[in-house]
Nanobody, 120 residues
Framework: QVWLVESGGGLVQAGGSLRLSCVASPSTRGTSVIGWYRQAPGNLRELVASISSSGVTNYADSVKGRFTISRDDTRNTLYLQMNSLKPGDTAVYYC??????????????WGQGTQVTVSS
């Protein structure tokens, strides 16, 4: 299991930027895919972005061109740079990490979440 701790959330005006961080313990090494989900009140949790161990990225259509995901395995840290923020980006953002088990199944670890609020 990987322990995940997010930081960097907060209140920002529309058009502004935030950078989320997620520190993995003991390490991001050994994870297959790590990324970010978000959940707004009354909505289902949705995938925002993910990045594989080889650096392949995936983004939700709603954030393409505005958000950038990256990972630094030397610092065991995942980042989400969020630019041109919109009120619709307001949500709790959760870091997650997938690990492949020897039997082929996937185990997913989750962080506690960090609140992002974008005011209009």
């Amino acid at each position: 299991q990987v322990w995940l701790v997010e930081s960097g959330g907060g209140l920002v005006q529309a058009g502004g930027s935030l950078r989320l961080s997620c520190v993995a313990s003991p390490s991001t090494r050994g994870t297959s895919v790590i990324g970010w989900y978000r959940q707004a009140p009354g909505n289902l949790r949705e995938l925002v972005a993910s990045i594989s161990s080889s650096g392949v990225t995936n983004y939700a259509d709603s954030v393409k061109g505005r958000f950038t995901i990256s990972r630094d395995d030397t610092r065991n840290t995942l980042y989400l740079q969020m630019n041109s923020l919109k009120p619709g980006d307001t949500a709790v953002y959760y870091c997650y990490a997938d690990q492949l088990r020897p039997n082929g199944s996937t185990f997913t670890s989750w962080g506690q979440g960090t609140q992002v609020t974008v005011s209009s």
